[in-house]
């Protein structure tokens, strides 16, 4: 069974940090790409950070770039997602997703909420 836990938001005061993690289970780990996507109360889902597991190439849209970081620990089938410098507007529910060529599979979510 293919399971992608995400893990470890919560409340963070403005320029505040957490860290999220991305446990998964019953797939070739090496075999995908991670992407953190995130969604705000009435907005759409994005995707905001992406890894390629198997050379750790990685990506981030211009509003986090800087501040987040995305790394892996393949010994653990684990992606994670750093979050430094938080900001309200980082308010939202956040989702990991594996991806190959043939399938996608996500998480449930994990609430993040900044306070100002």
């Known amino acids: 069974e293919v399971q992608l836990v995400e893990s470890w938001g919560g409340l963070v005061q403005a320029g505040g940090s957490l860290r999220l993690s991305c446990a998964t289970s019953?797939?070739?780990?090496?075999?995908?790409?991670i992407t953190w996507f995130r969604q705000a109360s009435g907005k759409e889902r994005e995707g905001i950070s992406c890894?390629?597991?198997?050379?750790?190439?990685?990506y981030y849209i211009d509003s986090v770039k800087g501040r987040f970081t995305i790394s892996s620990d393949n010994a653990k089938n684990t992606v994670y997602l750093q979050m430094n410098s938080m900001q309200p507007e980082d308010t939202a529910v956040y989702y990991c997703?594996?991806?190959?060529?043939?399938?996608?599979?996500w998480g449930q979510g994990t609430q993040v909420t900044v306070s100002s």
């Open positions: 997703s594996a991806v190959d060529w043939l399938n996608t599979y």
């Open positions: 019953g797939f070739t780990f090496d075999n995908y790409a």
């Open positions: 890894i390629t597991v198997s050379d750790g190439s990685t």
